[in-house]
């Protein structure tokens, strides 16, 4: 099966820590998008890639948040400089692009901050 | 503010009694989505919608799309315990190239 895989599934970190996920998306997917999803609400768009390129961001997204897809297949996630309010589950998705709008989620990095 | 609306919030009901679970916009969608999602991981995508009016059956599960491409419901025919979980709507705007999920609804089918 060679779905959406991140790493790692589980982050404990502490406050003013730096944290790195990582997202593998299905291999012919050229769209890869980032999500946040807080306890009880549903996923919230962060950021998008198609191939290399970000094409959008948030305007929820702070200037802690960077994310990089530097050869057009998997991509990270950067979080400096964390804080409690970033605790939340961090979900990846790829797609076809060209008109196709199904994605497929990964299983998702849940991030806690103490 | 939630562009997607669903509703109920939480739905619990008996193994083999039937239940629908509503998504309402204002905004037109190009598509919309379904997806259930279990504790801990990510969501599965169950079905896809694009054509006002359209009908998807997927085993006992029943999906339409609104004719204005607005709104859309989740139908569960005699439902089982497995079908248990966070139900997401989700649509689809090219412009935007990007799902905006409703809130969930969250059922429990109890034996």
């Given at each position: ?6 790493d ?46 970000q ?60 | ?55 998807k ?14 709104d ?11 079908d248990t ?17 409703g809130g969930?609804?969250r ?5």
């Amino acid at each position: 099966d060679t779905g959406v895989s991140q790493d790692p599934r589980h982050k404990i970190t502490k406050r003013g820590q730096n944290v790195t996920f990582r997202c593998d998306p299905i291999s012919e997917h050229n769209r890869l998008y980032w999500y946040r999803q807080t306890l009880g609400q549903g996923p919230e768009f962060l950021t998008y890639f198609q191939n290399e390129a970000q094409l959008e961001k948030s305007r929820l997204l702070s200037d802690r948040f960077s994310a990089e897809r530097p050869k057009g297949s998997f991509s990270t996630l950067e979080i400096q400089r964390t804080e409690q309010g970033d605790s939340a589950m961090y979900l990846c998705a790829s797609s076809l692009g060209a008109g196709r709008h199904e994605q497929y989620f990964g299983p998702g990095t849940r991030l806690t901050v103490t | 503010t939630q562009l997607l609306e669903q509703s109920p919030q939480f739905l619990s009901i008996q193994e083999g009694e039937n239940l629908t679970v509503y998504c309402n916009s204002s905004s037109v969608f190009s598509s919309l989505q379904w997806y259930r999602q279990e504790p801990g991981e990510g969501p599965v995508l169950l079905v896809t919608v694009v054509t006002g009016g359209e009908v998807k059956k997927l085993k006992r599960l029943t999906f339409q799309f609104g004719d204005a491409r607005k709104d859309s419901s989740l139908h569960i025919t005699a439902a089982q315990p497995g079908d248990t979980g966070l139900y997401l709507c989700a649509g689809f705007r090219a412009a935007g190239n990007k799902l905006t999920f409703g809130g969930g609804t969250r059922v429990l089918v109890k034996p």
